[in-house]
């Protein structure tokens, strides 16, 4: 492992030892909006959760759940960021 690897955020996210499948439901209605619920609480302990949510906006990540947001609420996030710097 070198330097670079030690200090990434995603080596310190709470979702490293979960199951990838977790974070991307299928829907957002039944058995999708209680599995989008379970990988939220993970996030919400997650130490590094800004990172993720950071990086995801940065990236243009369009699928799952980063830094305990669905892509709709990034999407609704994103929206509501823009419309405020406009404004300032």
């Not at 369009?62 to 300032?88: K, L, W």
Request: hydrophobic share 30%; glycine share 6%; proline share 5%.
């Amino acid at each position: 492992m070198d330097e670079h690897d030690k200090t990434d955020w995603r080596h310190r996210a709470a979702c490293r030892d979960e199951d990838p499948e977790l974070f991307f439901p299928i829907s957002d209605m039944g058995p999708g909006a209680r599995q989008a619920e379970q990988a939220k609480a993970v996030c919400a302990r997650c130490p590094v959760r800004s990172e993720c949510l950071n990086y995801a906006l940065n990236n243009g990540l369009n699928h799952g759940i980063f830094g305990g947001m669905t892509e709709r609420e990034r999407h609704q996030f994103n929206r509501t960021s823009h419309s405020r710097s406009r404004a300032a």
